[in-house]
């Protein structure tokens, strides 16, 4: 059973940064998808950003260029660097993953395993 567990949300105002973790545990296949989506109220769930187990990212044009997508593998932990904060990107932010490829871009209804999320708040 895999388990994701986010943290590092909260409120900055427009131009800040935030760097959003995802601890992952019981996780076993070589080759796998792994994803950020946001969901901001009255709006459908969206993909961010995504990497597989090569390392190839992706991103929502909406972010590319400001946010970046990493994992440090040893610590099994997936991140989500995210600089010159909009107030747009107020959302709530979910890690989520998958096994298999084709992972790009990332579409939530194929994701099966989900964390929590944690809310991201921006300011103007």
């Known amino acids: 059973q895999v388990h994701l567990v986010e943290s590092g949300g909260g409120s900055v105002q427009s131009g800040g940064s935030l760097r959003l973790s995802c601890a992952a545990s019981g996780y076993r296949y070589s080759s796998y998808c792994m994803g950020w989506f946001r969901q901001a109220p009255g709006k459908e769930r969206e993909g961010v950003a995504a990497i597989d187990s090569d390392g190839t990212r992706s991103y929502a044009d909406s972010v590319k260029d400001r946010f970046t997508i990493s994992q440090d593998y040893a610590k099994n932990t997936l991140y989500l660097q995210m600089t010159s904060l909009k107030p747009e990107d107020t959302a709530m932010y979910y890690c989520?993953?998958?096994?298999?490829?084709?992972?790009?871009?990332?579409?939530?209804?194929?994701?099966?395993?989900w964390g929590q999320g944690t809310q991201v708040t921006v300011s103007s």
């Open positions: 989520a993953s998958r096994s298999g490829s084709w992972c790009h871009p990332p579409k939530r209804y194929e994701y099966n395993y």
